[in-house]
């Protein structure tokens, strides 16, 4: 083995593991390879940079720079939301119309070309839908391939092979020639959307410390309904006896410029009830997860929720389920940028239950808004077995959930800088307000209070939006 082969078999293992770490960025990588060649006189500098003349390098280059100006501008975030309104994230519909829609395109455009443009809407498209990007991405290529053949420009080898043959000023759309491949690649292209649809397979996600959510906790995602709110099974030994559901509506059309963020639904009955209205229903219908950007969240519960741990019943740990389980999941398996905040939204059991879980989890959740609250419950019984089950003792509630100056004063510093905390009301809880909003004071706690405006004790008695617009407020000044 002479010194030149030994030197670039060293680059060449050097340059695979730092591709594969990308410790230092890819194009650095290339680059400072090209440079090393040289430098050890391997190559000469008119050969190591003839690779710039080429044509399909300059090419490739210019794809990169069209993929980037796509995104940039906007246009990807575009094609997600209009493919998004017609499938909503079915992965069935969605594999079907990405299909189609990279077929149509690439049959008259180089397929090279066409594919880089859909492959950043696939990734989004599929972290959406919460599937593996490889069950859209797979079927992006088989369809983008296929249809290379259906019209002589779709790809450079048919100009290359035919070009010697043919007339090209006679090649046109409208003497056969254009589409002589057509109707056999067509028949693939539909034979093998065909397949892929009917391979579509339902996702099942088993947690585990590193996946998010505690490792008792299984996901698995059962559909989208026609409304595009996504509903997923799971089993946590937190939450049960046996399983529960989640509900999961995602912006399809956010507002430019907005962050987006998680917002927890916090339900005030057991099981899918909805006695005193959605929440998420709410959202959806006034279209707030757009205008906020915004992932709905609303999981169930099998008994009536005061989010509290009891400590008498392993499977009614409410608290620990939210925290411990959920909220990691959420961050592991629904963010986009890995950077959003958690906000909390309740009212009655739920709006007691919100401030609990912030107060005593302000790592976990960003902001909170409650709305007509028994602030001053003052025993785990008082609501009878609504509140019972969820508690377990007096000496639990009296210990960790009642809201009393002692409990406020051993929470309050992580609320004293930024006004974390929005409360409103009322209909039956006026009273218990207005203390509330006094003890909040008097800890140094920062926070909103609604102007008191009775409204019906429920959803979607108009609290919901002024809530929202709080919160939204809030979000920009956390510090």
Not at 29 to 51: D, H, Q, R, S
Not at 170 to 178: D, Y
Request: one cysteine or more; proline letters at 6%.
């Amino acid at each position: 083995m002479t010194i030149q082969i030994a030197i670039v078999l060293v680059l060449l293992v050097l340059c695979v593991v730092l591709f594969a770490i990308e410790s230092i960025p890819p194009d650095v990588t290339a680059l400072g390879l090209v440079l090393a060649l040289i430098f050890t006189k391997i190559l000469k500098p008119e050969a190591a940079f003839a690779g710039f003349g080429s044509e399909t390098v300059i090419m490739i280059f210019g794809l990169l720079l069209l993929t980037a100006a796509l995104m940039r501008t906007g246009v990807m975030d575009l094609a997600r939301g209009t493919i998004l309104r017609f499938t909503g994230t079915s992965p069935l519909r969605l594999l079907v119309v990405i299909m189609v829609a990279s077929a149509t395109i690439g049959a008259f455009m180089s397929n090279t070309a066409s594919t880089a443009f859909f492959v950043p809407v696939v990734i989004g498209l599929a972290n959406r839908a919460k599937i593996s990007p490889s069950k859209l991405l797979l079927p992006l290529a088989f369809s983008s391939i296929l249809t290379s053949s259906v019209t002589l420009i779709s790809t450079s080898t048919n100009i290359v092979i035919f070009a010697p043959r043919l007339d090209v000023r006679m090649v046109s759309p409208t003497n056969g020639q254009f589409f002589a491949f057509s109707p056999t690649n067509i028949l693939l292209t539909a034979r093998a959307i065909n397949y892929f649809g009917g391979n579509v397979t339902s996702v099942v996600v088993t947690c585990s410390s590193s996946s998010g959510g505690s490792s008792g906790l299984s996901v698995q995602y059962l559909g989208t309904d026609a409304s595009g709110v996504q509903t997923y099974q799971m089993t946590s030994p937190d939450n049960g006896p046996g399983p529960e559901y989640l509900r999961v509506l995602q912006p399809d059309n956010p507002a430019a410029g907005v962050t987006h963020n998680f917002i927890y639904v916090l339900p005030v009955e057991a099981g899918e009830s909805d006695t005193f209205g959605d929440g998420l229903q709410v959202i959806q219908s006034l279209n707030l997860q757009n205008q906020y950007n915004l992932t709905v969240i609303e999981p169930s519960f099998g008994i009536d929720p005061w989010y509290a741990d009891n400590p008498l019943v392993s499977t009614s740990q409410e608290d620990t389920f939210m925290a411990t389980d959920l909220q990691p999941w959420v961050t592991a398996n629904l963010g986009t940028t890995g950077a959003e905040q958690h906000w909390l939204i309740g009212f009655s059991k739920s709006g007691i239950g919100g401030q609990t879980l912030i107060l005593r989890h302000p790592d976990k959740f960003t902001l909170a808004a409650s709305w007509d609250f028994p602030a001053d419950m003052v025993a785990y019984d008082q609501f009878g077995g609504s509140s019972t089950p969820s508690y377990g003792t007096d000496a639990n509630f009296q210990a960790n959930y009642r809201l009393t100056p002692a409990f406020l004063s051993a929470h309050a510093a992580p609320f004293q800088a930024s006004n974390r905390i929005w409360i409103g009301g009322y209909q039956i809880f006026q009273q218990d307000m207005a203390d509330y909003d006094a003890l909040l004071t008097a800890q140094g706690i920062k926070h909103t209070t609604e102007a008191p405006t009775a409204m019906e004790h429920r959803w979607d008695s108009g609290w919901v939006p002024i809530a929202l617009a709080a919160l939204h407020a809030d979000s920009g000044n956390i510090h």
